[in-house]
């Protein structure tokens, strides 16, 4: 009998936004075309995407990487010997070895790239459920302190500690409780959560069942944003596949947990990335933020207490879990423990996902890791943490990092996302696009985001226009002071952030009276 | 619009906490949009007012209140595409079909929007086709898609 030749092609819909559909296809004709017996398997992405989509085809050495790969390339490069692993000119090497990837510390996305996704069987073979079982013989109380031991914080941005939100939700009384994932990534820059989702959903569902047994909770959501389809169909998928092996349901793995788990889909508002908009979407609501306190810990969804942590938060206590507190808690610097999924984008030549411990410099990925521009210009400015983030020069590439260097900076690190501009920017344009994006996406409630955003727009055009320059320069300042001190959340408190960074690191830019082409047309409907 | 068909849906989440948004989704996915005519009924069915209702349907920008065309094109125009020529492409469509992003053709057959992030932020530009991603996007292959749109 003749073995298949396992190769592996990315469902990832980065990959497949590039065309891997089609090359899973090509190779499935041209192995009967040619006789051969291939057995393909749909892997999650390596986060190298600038090689997607990448083809690995297991070789007695290991596992041979090829890419990027066009369908029409593939009848060539299996007559040539693809599924033997030939010396060709797209061969990458055995793809474990790449130095891209080798130096980094993948602990969150360790099995990302490597597995089928919906096979729960790849997922135990690779170190799955691990974590779940350690925590069932354990005590919740004690799951909690192993969490606050390793000094996890959340990774949506605001960084947190996990296992003191745990310990809030674990002394509540009340008889229902929920865990609720923020799995609504709305930030540009930021695709970890998806890549999460669509390459190891069952971490996610095993973090969030260790979750609800830490705390007490019998009931989760994972709250989605609707522009990720792929990343919501994988969900649904792996959850109903937990379902059939005991791991969600009542008496998960045979313990007294009862845990059910839903997907719900947002419609299509950044707001709700916020946790108390995304608790008021979850009932059925206007995602409108809500005062704080109450914290969501003790009065959350639907006024029960609530554990919301981010997917990366969530998916990163199995390994806490099956490995302990110390090993997570020796990576990192400072009061940054353990490792940062970080997320090159924009104009990057190497963009994609670089996991390594905190403290790791900005340069260090920009220029290191992610090789500079896509275009081969020279790196002008590096948004860091998402559209609510600063603006940095390349003055500033030696910073670490880790959540107080950057805040001490004017910035932040945020979910980790990083977007490359080269020298083309205008960076008056950014800023005006920063103030347009809280405009839209502002969920009206408080007056110094609602109608400031709208106000920073008209003063920002009127700086670019030499109208009073120095008075509308000073009056923006003001309105920024407003619009930090005067909001009830982060999307009005932050927008000032790129806003002021662009000023500060770029002030060129807002010196000639230069036309600033971003307009955005009307998105007015729903906006109050 | 069938009232009957929005009963159904609403029966189908009704066991669910705070089905409202699931409903909505699942009226959209059913019709295309959620026409006017189908708020007072969810209203009545969910025990909400008319006001709450159309509150929801309008805050969330997935929902429309007419049929989109039957091919829909999301350009991303977050940061990281803007980084690598977004707007190139918004200009493309707009000097091409003559569209504003946000708009439907004449002939119903496509409807041209923005959306902030698709996740794809390391193969951008990006844009969402009937739900389907793509990445490295340049003017001529927007050109083939919305061709390939108006030609259906």
Redesign the interface.
């Known amino acids: 009998m003749i073995t298949p030749v396992t190769v592996y092609v990315p469902r990832d819909?980065?990959a497949?936004?590039?065309g891997a559909d089609d090359v899973a296809d090509a190779l499935v004709s041209a192995a009967a075309r040619h006789g051969r017996l291939i057995r393909v398997v749909r892997n999650g992405s390596r986060g190298m995407?600038?090689l997607?989509p990448l083809v690995e085809v297991a070789t007695p050495d290991g596992r041979m990487g090829y890419g990027p790969i066009a369908a029409t390339d593939v009848d060539g490069l299996v007559a040539a010997g693809l599924f033997d692993g030939a010396d060709l000119p797209q061969r990458l090497g055995v793809v474990d070895e790449l130095p891209w990837l080798a130096a980094q510390n993948r602990v969150t996305f360790t099995r990302i790239g490597i597995t089928d996704p919906l096979s729960p069987d790849d997922y135990l073979r690779h170190g799955g459920v691990v974590g779940l079982v350690r925590a069932l013989q354990n005590s919740p109380a004690d799951v909690v302190a192993e969490v606050t031991d390793s000094g996890l914080r959340g990774r949506g941005g605001a960084g947190f500690p996990a296992g003191i939100k745990w310990k809030t939700v674990l002394d509540c009384t009340d008889d229902l409780k929920f865990v609720c994932c923020n799995a609504d990534?709305?930030?540009?820059?930021?695709?970890a959560?998806?890549?999460l989702m669509e390459g190891d959903p069952f971490l996610l569902i095993e973090g969030m069942t260790i979750a609800a047994y830490a705390v007490g909770a019998t009931e989760g959501y994972i709250y989605i944003r609707?522009?990720?389809?792929?990343a919501v169909a994988t969900t649904r998928a792996a959850i109903e596949i937990a379902y059939g092996r005991g791991w969600l349901g009542d008496n998960v793995l045979g313990s007294p947990l009862n845990f059910d788990l839903?997907v719900?889909?947002?419609?299509?508002?950044?707001i709700c990335g916020e946790e108390t908009s995304m608790l008021e979407?979850?009932?059925?609501?206007?995602?409108m933020v809500r005062a704080k306190p109450p914290i969501p810990a003790i009065h959350g969804l639907?006024g029960k207490p609530t554990v919301v942590n981010n997917v990366l938060t969530l998916a990163t206590v199995p390994t806490v879990m099956a490995h302990g507190a110390q090993a997570y808690q020796e990576l990192g610097v400072e009061r940054s423990r353990g490792t940062q999924v970080f997320?090159?984008?924009?104009?990057?030549k190497h963009?994609?996902i670089v996991e390594t411990a905190f403290g790791i410099t900005l340069g260090e990925l920009v220029d290191g890791y992610g090789g500079g521009t896509?275009?081969g210009r020279p790196v002008r400015a590096v948004?860091v943490g998402g559209?609510l983030g600063a603006y940095l020069p390349r003055t500033k590439f030696e910073l670490p990092m880790d959540y107080e260097a950057f805040a001490a900076a004017g910035a932040m690190v945020g979910h980790g996302?990083i977007?490359?501009?080269?020298e083309t920017?205008d960076m008056a344009a950014?800023a005006r696009?920063a103030m347009e994006?809280c405009a839209a996406?502002s969920?009206g409630k408080c007056t110094p985001c609602r109608v400031g955003a709208v106000r920073g727009v008209e003063v920002i055009d009127r700086i670019a226009a030499d109208e009073h320059r120095d008075e509308n320069l000073a009056l923006l300042e003001d309105l920024c002071d407003v619009m930090t001190e005067g909001s009830l959340c982060a999307m009005g408190g932050l927008t000032p952030m790129p806003v002021r960074s662009a000023i500060t690191h770029f002030p060129d830019d807002f010196l000639a009276g230069q036309p600033i082409?971003?307009h955005?047309?009307?998105?007015t409907?729903?906006q109050p | 619009m069938s009232t009957a068909l929005v009963r159904d849906i609403v029966a189908t989440y009704r066991g669910?906490?705070?089905?409202?948004?699931?409903i909505?989704?699942a009226v959209q996915e059913a019709l295309g949009y959620i026409p006017p005519e189908a708020i007072p009924v969810l209203a009545d069915e969910l025990n909400l007012s008319r006001a709450d209702v159309h509150?929801?349907v309008?805050?969330?920008?997935?929902?429309r209140?007419a049929p989109a065309g039957r091919t829909t094109v999301r350009i991303?125009?977050?940061?990281?595409?803007?980084?690598?020529g977004a707007?190139r492409l918004v200009s493309h469509v707009r000097d091409a079909c003559g569209m504003?992003?946000?708009e439907t053709s004449l002939d119903g057959s496509l409807t041209v929007e923005?959306?902030?992030?698709?996740?794809?932020?390391?193969?951008?530009p990006?844009a969402?086709v009937n739900?389907?991603?793509?990445?490295?996007l340049d003017e001529s292959r927007l050109s083939a898609i919305l061709d390939e749109a108006v030609a259906q």
């Open positions: 819909s980065a497949r936004s590039v995407l600038w997607e990534e709305g930030d540009s820059g930021t695709f959560d998806r890549m609707s522009e990720y389809p792929d839903h719900r889909v947002g419609g299509g508002a950044y979407s979850l009932e059925g609501k206007r995602g639907f997320q090159l984008g924009g104009n990057i963009g994609g896509r275009s948004q559209p996302g977007v490359v501009f080269d920017v950014q696009f994006f996406e969920c082409p971003l955005i047309s009307a998105r409907e729903g | 669910q906490r705070g089905a409202l948004l699931p909505l989704h509150g929801v309008s805050f969330y920008h997935d929902f209140s991303c125009r977050g940061e990281a595409c803007q980084a690598v707007e504003s992003l946000g923005q959306v902030f992030c698709l996740g794809n932020c390391a193969l951008g990006a969402q739900g389907r991603l793509q990445g490295r």
